[in-house]
């Protein structure tokens, strides 16, 4: 039997004893009751006890029963389909592949750094192969014009066309009547080859130049030592040694350098490619310094200057862009050019031209310019600086190469540069 149906005995034993004892000391004259009376009242009792077990038990089962299904709600959660277990499975299957993911990526990661590494090593080295083959390449064009000499001024007439024999007659008059030379040594030069520098084009403003190539270096020797001769004369005929493209133009860049020390007072001489400052005897060399190397162009840091875009011209598969952005000293100039060749395809093209100019505390005007290979562009696209009265400013302007335009690529250079720097104010604003 349960604790609750003793105590409910217990309790109507109590009663029923002190019920009698009550009675006994109010009327000790009542006749107690009869025996089957009180078997009858325990058995009562002792049935409502059995169904306040049974009632209770049926709770405690019923509530059993509940927990039971909760369990087994819980063990479905865990265990079922779609459950927590199954789902702490897919998220550690997750883990274990975004670790996989993340170790691989570390792994590509530090052999595409490797690859960079040696990649920028092959750059670097395959740039200094390309500057050795050009400076070579240079001695060898120089060396087999060393022989020549370049004669500007001569007029064409209809009768040379086409005929070698009436241009010799052409040029030994010249040697003989504008030079004085006798006749007898202009008869024994022996030229090589003898011609008009390009085509013909009657919008020409200036007559061909005349190339002439000597046997031996001698008679070259023999032309040039008569030049003081044609400059007594005031002639319009000129005569310079032959020279590649890339001397001729960094002589013209020297001669306006040393324009700009003769209003100075400084006096200087060029030789060869060299300016020379005649009471020192030091050679000038450019402040600004070389190129932009590739490995400053690869290396560092991202791109920090205010770049402004230009217009873009295309003209005969040849494509011009332009780059421009303030700048205020030498510093300033070389780190905005790095800037710039690291823009997205800028590095890429045939030929990256650029200027520079800019006024110093002290007011003087720093200026330069760099063909790379565009030879006359980098003066041009300078001098439309200057005649735009522009200062504090670095412009590239960049030609990817598709064929021949002739003078009209110096157009499209100093159009696309101006638009650049017309453009700074406008992005800055």
Request: with cysteine; charged share 30%.
């Amino acid at each position: 039997m349960s604790n609750n149906a003793t105590q409910s005995l217990d309790n109507r034993k109590r009663h029923r004893v002190s019920d009698s004892a009550n009675m006994e000391s109010e009327t000790e004259t009542e006749t107690p009751p009869p025996k089957d009376k009180i078997e009858e009242f325990q058995i009562r009792d002792i049935f409502q006890g059995i169904t306040n077990i049974q009632n209770t038990l049926g709770g405690f089962m019923l509530r059993m029963d509940a927990q039971g299904r909760h369990l087994d709600e819980l063990t479905n959660d865990i265990r079922g389909k779609h459950g927590m277990q199954e789902q702490v499975e897919l998220v550690q299957e997750q883990a274990n592949d975004t670790l996989y993911t993340v170790t691989e990526l570390g792994s590509n990661q530090e052999k595409m750094l490797r690859e960079l590494s040696r990649l920028r090593d092959y750059v670097i080295k395959l740039e200094f192969r390309v500057n050795s083959q050009e400076k070579q390449i240079l001695e060898l064009k120089a060396r087999s014009l060393e022989n020549n000499i370049i004669i500007n001024g001569i007029k064409e007439h209809d009768p040379e066309r086409g005929n070698d024999e009436n241009l010799a007659k052409i040029i030994q008059n010249v040697f003989e009547k504008e030079l004085e030379m006798d006749k007898e040594s202009v008869g024994n030069m022996h030229i090589k080859a003898l011609y008009r520098m390009g085509d013909r084009d009657a919008r020409r403003k200036f007559p061909r130049p005349v190339c002439i190539q000597f046997a031996d270096k001698i008679y070259k020797d023999m032309v040039m030592r008569k030049i003081p001769v044609l400059r007594s004369k005031k002639s319009p005929i000129r005569i310079a040694s032959h020279q590649p493209e890339e001397l001729r133009e960094k002589r013209r860049k020297l001669f306006d350098i040393q324009q700009k020390y003769a209003a100075k007072n400084v006096d200087t001489k060029i030789k060869g490619d060299k300016l020379v400052f005649t009471r020192s005897g030091n050679i000038y060399r450019d402040k600004l310094g070389q190129r932009p190397s590739a490995d400053e162009v690869i290396s560092g840091e991202e791109i920090k200057s205010p770049i402004s875009a230009g217009k873009q011209i295309e003209d005969n598969g040849n494509r011009f862009t332009a780059h421009a952005t303030p700048t205020e000293s030498l510093k300033q100039v070389r780190g905005v050019l790095i800037d710039i060749m690291r823009v997205p395809t800028v590095s890429s093209a045939s030929h990256n031209v650029f200027a520079y100019r800019f006024k110093s505390n002290d007011g003087t005007i720093h200026e330069g310019a760099d063909d790379d290979g565009e030879h006359g562009a980098g003066r041009a696209l300078l001098r439309s600086l200057v005649d735009n009265e522009h200062l504090n400013v670095t412009v590239v302007v960049s030609r990817w190469y598709g064929s021949k335009i002739g003078a009209r690529r110096f157009v499209h250079i100093k159009d696309v540069g101006l638009s650049a720097v017309k453009n700074i104010n406008t992005d800055s604003g």
